[in-house]
């Protein structure tokens, strides 16, 4: 096993502040994503959709294997399997190198040990914010590429399950609310 920084094995940027790419009237209409789309176990959800400039550079749209983390506290992490998204200001894009399993790294990014060092990287502000420059810091143990891969297939698993976990309770949830408002003669 062999420890890097991120931004041996991975390019690091920011995404972009949105608003300065909004063209209403134009019709090219994007999907982004925004800091409430990302939320830990969870699938990437909430984008919305906007007006966008097409000046917009390529760089702040998502590519299959990126890896969103919020630079605001809690830092939350996704893997990304579709293309195209517009990626919104305080979130990092993280493209992995050739040589890593990217949904490996990303489980990696999202582990405790990798967590307490953010923590402490992190600013004292009220929300505590992580910077690009900090961030592409962070020390990572990394194993080979196969075995990165044979662990990726297995928490990749772990979090289908996960994933239909949270679905079953949003649905019960709502079960539950809608079964009320019939008793109580709402909607």
Not at 59 to 73: N, Q
Request: glycine letters at 6%; proline letters at 2%; charged letters at 30%.
């Amino acid at each position: 096993m062999n420890t890097f920084k991120l931004k041996e094995i991975a390019e690091v940027n920011s995404g972009v502040t949105v608003r300065r790419y909004i063209d209403e009237g134009s019709n090219n209409f994007k999907e982004v994503i925004v800091q409430k789309s990302i939320q830990k176990g969870r699938k990437l959800s909430d984008l919305q959709k906007m007006e966008m400039s097409s000046k917009l550079n390529e760089r702040y749209f998502t590519v299959k294997g990126d890896i969103l983390m919020k630079t605001p506290y809690p830092n939350d992490v996704v893997h990304i399997s579709q293309e195209g998204l517009v990626v919104g200001d305080r979130i990092a894009i993280i493209r992995v190198s050739d040589g890593f399993d990217s949904s490996f790294i990303a489980h990696l990014l999202d582990n405790v040990s990798v967590r307490k060092q953010l923590t402490k990287l992190t600013s004292s502000e009220r929300i505590p914010q992580l910077s690009i420059k900090d961030l592409k810091e962070v020390k990572l143990q990394i194993p080979d590429l196969e075995t990165q891969k044979r662990y990726a297939k297995i928490l990749n698993l772990i979090d289908e399950r996960i994933y239909t976990n949270y679905e079953i309770i949003d649905n019960d949830t709502r079960l539950k609310e809608g079964i009320l408002n019939k008793l109580l003669g709402g909607n």
